[in-house]
């Protein structure tokens, strides 16, 4: 990719983040947001508010990096193998750092780590098929550690037991 279009892709990248960050500290405040009795509201605008400023911390760190790689000529290669990134990804994404083969060999193992980061075993599979939908593993397995319970009847209904020695 040339230089000209590089700096106007990377200048049209700023001016977006810049209307985004001005748009985020723009928003309301979390406290102004909800009731005195619920603040359910405010904790999610806070969380909400948070997790968008990451994003564009995030997203601003990259156009730095972006634009100290096009001021030493290295813009458009990856930032791991030195590889030329497609102008057609960096047209897309004007901050990616890797090509497209290196941005998905790098997935599978963030995959993985959120996966288990939520319990499940792997990203392959990633959902567990119950015997019975109506019962969590919790639950069964409580069930089976529960050896004081008597078993559950067969059949439904109701059912007297009758002491026949009295008469």
């Known amino acids: 990719m040339d230089q000209a279009r590089a700096r106007a892709l990377l200048a049209a990248e700023r001016t977006r983040l810049q209307r985004l960050l001005q748009a985020e500290t723009s928003q309301p405040q979390a406290a102004e947001l909800g009731d005195e009795v619920d603040d359910a509201d405010r904790r999610n605008?806070?969380?909400?508010?948070?997790?968008?400023?990451?994003?564009?911390?995030?997203?601003?760190?990259?156009?730095?990096?972006?634009?100290?790689?096009?001021?030493?000529?290295?813009?458009?290669?990856?930032?791991?193998?030195?590889?030329?990134?497609?102008?057609?990804?960096?047209?897309?994404?004007?901050?990616?750092?890797?090509?497209?083969?290196?941005?998905?060999?790098?997935?599978?193992?963030?995959?993985?780590?959120?996966?288990?980061?939520?319990?499940?075993?792997?990203?392959?599979?990633?959902f567990e098929v119950l015997t019975d939908p109506d019962i969590t593993p919790e639950e069964e397995q409580a069930s089976e550690e529960d050896d004081d319970e008597p078993p559950a009847e067969l059949s439904p209904g109701i059912h007297i037991e009758r002491d026949d020695r009295t008469r």
């Open 45 to 126: 605008a806070e969380e909400t508010g948070m997790a968008v400023d990451q994003l564009l911390r995030a997203q601003w760190a990259a156009l730095q990096r972006a634009e100290a790689r096009l001021a030493a000529g290295s813009y458009g290669r990856s930032v791991r193998s030195g590889q030329p990134i497609p102008d057609e990804r960096l047209e897309a994404d004007p901050l990616t750092e890797l090509t497209a083969e290196e941005a998905a060999a790098a997935e599978p193992s963030t995959l993985e780590e959120s996966h288990d980061a939520v319990g499940l075993v792997s990203a392959s599979h990633p």
